[in-house]
């Protein structure tokens, strides 16, 4: 039978039967689950739908399992401090973790660690990526949100600050969702907190839009993909609605807990920890501490599914069906290795060596020559390197430099038309 064009991952706090499992959307049954310890609120991710990686809950580890039927193979990356938060850029290159005050920016294919941020006060808790991944933010402890630019937290030298493009400063308790809408670096973005406030924020202006003012603490936002509605997850068990669409009178709106306005989901008993929103946005996700993940008919606000859980649901999320469920044999082609605990630092010769473990986790091991490049190891790399590094003196004409650049070029070509043979060989 053909699965559905998305598919629901969660994960709960007691991890007894499963750490986090798929389901299938429009039935009860579940497809996969993936077994060891349990994950973090806000810290379980999919790898360019080919893995799960998530955050342990005792340990300062993340846990990773191939998103496949067949087998299960379950790895361990080590961290510098038990992570908080988690996010992987949308493409899959980058992955960000909150450590206490620090965010720790690691590149996926190489495990190269390649910025640590420390800008927060206190304990991240939320990090999300644009739709373009161009920016990402992050919300803690100390009541701030941050929008950080990638390409120039990746571009500093490590002796230098980078500075967040925006700090948003409004929230008078601690962040505890973020939500990045369409339109990459001009999207707008949603906050909830214990303050009992939502807010909307403009990326490119920096300025706050509205407020939105509850009866309870908000402990999850989301907004539908035409961002027409706001879902706000309440410490009362509710999940409130509001049209973004209306006509909004002056700064703030308070948002109320009377039943009568039809704006309000009752079916939880606990706190609302997670919400997600399918592509159409035509079911809502809940996920909560009364052990059950609930799907929501948005139009009639009926609940019509429950899902449930051994323990307080830490994640519950809509993604795209990983292609590799479709097939027994489907195996992961994204290479990735150990994250190293270290800053990496590139040799001044403009190759990146890897410092750390050069064990990868699955697959050989990758050099990579641009942050955004992923290419195969080759004994033709390891010549390019040894023949740059070997260099003792440079050419005194330009005749020579001109002459030897044409030799270099010349055997450059003679291993790439090799690589390529070799490659059709194995092919076939």
Not at 140 to 165: C, F, K, R, Y
Not at 304 to 328: D, I, W, Y
Request: proline share 5%; with cysteine; net charge negative.
């Amino acid at each position: 039978m053909a699965l559905p064009e998305e598919v629901i991952v969660t994960s709960d706090s007691s991890g007894q039967m499963w750490n986090c499992c798929i389901w299938e959307p429009h039935s009860d049954s579940s497809l996969i689950h993936y077994k060891g310890s349990a994950s973090k609120p806000r810290s379980l991710c999919v790898l360019s739908g080919q893995y799960i990686i998530s955050s342990d809950t005792q340990k300062p580890l993340l846990n990773m399992w191939e998103v496949q039927r067949k087998e299960q193979h379950q790895s361990r990356m080590v961290c510098p401090g038990p992570v908080a938060s988690l996010a992987v850029s949308p493409d899959s290159v980058y992955c960000i973790a909150g450590i206490e005050e620090k965010i720790y920016v690691w590149q996926v294919s190489t495990g190269h660690l390649l910025a640590v941020l420390r800008r927060h006060f206190q304990r991240v808790t939320n990090i999300c990526f644009t739709d373009d991944g161009c920016y990402f933010l992050t919300g803690g402890e100390d009541n701030l949100i941050m929008v950080w630019d990638l390409a120039s937290v990746l571009q500093a030298e490590h002796s230098q600050s980078t500075e967040p493009v925006h700090i948003w400063s409004q929230h008078a308790l601690p962040i505890t969702d973020l939500h990045c809408g369409k339109g990459g670096t001009c999207s707008r973005v949603t906050s909830s907190s214990q303050d009992q406030t939502c807010k909307l924020w403009d990326i490119p202006s920096g300025q706050l839009l509205y407020t939105f003012i509850f009866d309870t603490p908000i402990l999850s936002v989301v907004m539908d993909s035409a961002e027409s509605r706001l879902y706000a997850g309440g410490l009362d068990g509710n999940i409130y609605s509001v049209n973004l669409f209306e006509k909004l009178t002056g700064s703030q709106k308070t948002v109320t807990s009377d039943p009568s306005t039809g704006n309000i989901y009752k079916g939880h008993s606990k706190a609302v920890t997670c919400l997600s929103v399918s592509m159409d946005g035509s079911l809502l996700l809940s996920g909560s501490e009364d052990s059950k993940a609930c799907l929501w008919h948005v139009s009639s606000g009926q609940c019509v599914r429950r899902l449930l859980h051994k323990g307080s649901v830490t994640n519950a999320m809509f993604v795209r069906t990983p292609p590799c469920l479709q097939t027994e044999t489907g195996r992961p082609t994204l290479p990735i290795k150990p994250f190293q605990r270290q800053l990496h630092v590139p040799h001044s010769s403009g190759v990146i060596t890897d410092a750390g473990d050069s064990e990868s986790i699955r697959g050989a091991p990758v050099n990579m020559c641009h942050p955004l490049e992923h290419r195969q190891h080759t004994d033709w790399d390891d010549e390019v390197q040894s023949s740059i590094l070997s260099e003792k003196k440079l050419p005194s004409t330009a005749a020579e430099n001109e002459k030897e650049e044409l030799a270099n070029l010349r055997r450059i070509n003679n291993h790439l038309r090799k690589l390529a043979a070799t490659d059709i060989l194995l092919s076939i």
